[in-house]
């Protein structure tokens, strides 16, 4: 299994483009998840989603949107970049088997905004 | 609303030197714990894990964390550290409803040969 994968790696935007970051995962999870990391700061939830067709808000939602039209597909779109989106984004995948599940994490994609 | 707090921000060691990082947390309901791991240039990984039971955990790495349910603390320690060490640690609280993760802000650790 390659895990959780993501793409671009690294991305520069202009201020008002928009752009999506790709996550895949291939180990058949329902819950997936997205993170931002900001400069010394942990890492904070944008959006979630418990299977194909339902996703919902986390803690920092706003400028983000999401889909999860497939299980293995939960991509995050950026419509107006801002240079306060300016992080390391993080996708994550857990198994379905009740809460006691650990968090799978893609290596990230680094987005600068400028 | 729960909250994770990890009051070293940057921890420097020498090698064969003892580590216990603190991790703090509020949360009303079940507790789940974790602790991950970020080396460089590297995506995050677990170290270890508390769901229930024995409150000493022992992970990856000859890596151990207690929880203390009446400190609301789950710290992890390692009695003798190694340059490869060298990374960023974040404790990390679940949301059982969402199954999402609170993360602490992060401790840097640098481990000098």
């Known amino acids: 299994n390659a895990g959780v994968t993501q793409t671009p790696k690294f991305r520069i935007l202009k201020i008002g483009q928009s752009m999506t970051l790709q996550c895949t995962q291939d180990?058949?999870?329902?819950?997936m998840y997205w993170y931002r990391q900001d400069p010394g700061m942990g890492l904070k939830l944008i959006y979630y989603s418990v299977g194909a067709g339902i996703t919902d808000k986390g803690e920092v939602p706003n400028g983000y949107n999401v889909s999860r039209s497939t299980t293995e597909d939960f991509p995050l779109r950026l419509e107006l970049a801002a240079p306060s989106q300016t992080s390391v984004y993080f996708c994550?995948?857990?198994?379905?088997?009740?809460?006691?599940?650990?968090?799978?994490f893609g290596p990230g994609t680094r987005l600068l905004v400028l | 609303a729960q909250s994770v707090s990890q009051h070293n921000h940057h921890v420097i060691l020498s090698e064969a030197a003892s580590l216990e990082l603190g991790c703090n947390y509020s949360?009303?309901?079940?507790?789940?714990l974790f602790w991950y791991v970020q080396y460089p240039g590297q995506h995050l990984q677990l170290l270890l894990k508390?769901?229930?039971?024995?409150?000493l955990v022992k992970g990856i790495k000859g890596f151990e964390a207690e929880f203390i349910k009446s400190k609301f603390s789950f710290n992890l320690r390692k009695p003798s550290v190694q340059w490869s060490d060298t990374a960023e640690y974040f404790c990390?609280?679940?949301?059982?409803?969402?199954?999402?993760?609170?993360f602490g802000s992060g401790t840097r650790l640098q481990v000098q040969p």
């Open positions: 990390a609280v679940m949301d059982t409803g969402r199954r999402a993760l609170t």
């Open positions: 180990m058949n999870h329902n819950y």
């Open positions: 949360y009303g309901g079940t507790v789940n």
């Open positions: 994550a995948s857990s198994p379905p088997n009740g809460y006691q599940e650990t968090q799978y």
């Open positions: 508390y769901f229930s039971g024995d409150p």
